[in-house]
């Protein structure tokens, strides 16, 4: 990452250069007009520089850096891609029980349940994962969000033929 104001690029000739944009916006300050009440910032901005110099904190720890300069996809001398495999838990349960009775040659009684029961953490299938290889789902902590359900349902049926032609 770039965190000190350098910024690299490829010239119309071919040859690649970095020039600082701080220095860049001193110099263009002393050409604006004296209407202009506020000139270009020529340092970085605090909050701005925190979060980045976190995120690389984050990302020199763990995952894959891969410069996009080196990489046949394109030129861009200013941004690394980043690419980590989260881990996750996952349990799924899927139970099902069926009974069927006959009360009689004409009547019929089933019942059948369903209980299926869910936990990710982190959530992958929702996309709930932690932005960083080493952080929680919740920026700042170690807490791993994800999604615990739990889902019944019971059905009851009788069924009874009337007559050869009719069934309620």
Known sequence: ??????????????????????????RANATLPASVTRSYATTPDPIVQSTLQQIQKLTSASGILKSRANSNTGFDYNRLDYN??????????FTTARIDYNITPKHFYSV?????????????????????????????????????????????????????????
Request: glycine share 10%; hydrophobic share 30%; no cysteine.
């Open 1 to 26: 990452m770039r965190l000190n104001g350098n910024f690299t690029y490829k010239g119309s000739d071919g040859a690649v250069r970095t020039i600082n944009v701080y220095d860049v916006a001193g």
């Open 112 to 168: 059948t349940y369903n209980y299926d029961s869910y936990f990710a953490a982190p959530d992958g299938l929702n996309s709930v994962v932690p932005i960083y290889a080493g952080t929680g789902t919740v920026l700042g902590s170690d807490v791993q969000a994800g999604q615990r359900s739990t889902r019944f349902v019971g059905i009851m049926s009788l069924r009874s033929a009337l007559t050869p032609h009719l069934t309620n």
């Open 84 to 93: 980590y495999q989260p881990h996750s838990l996952d349990r799924r349960y």
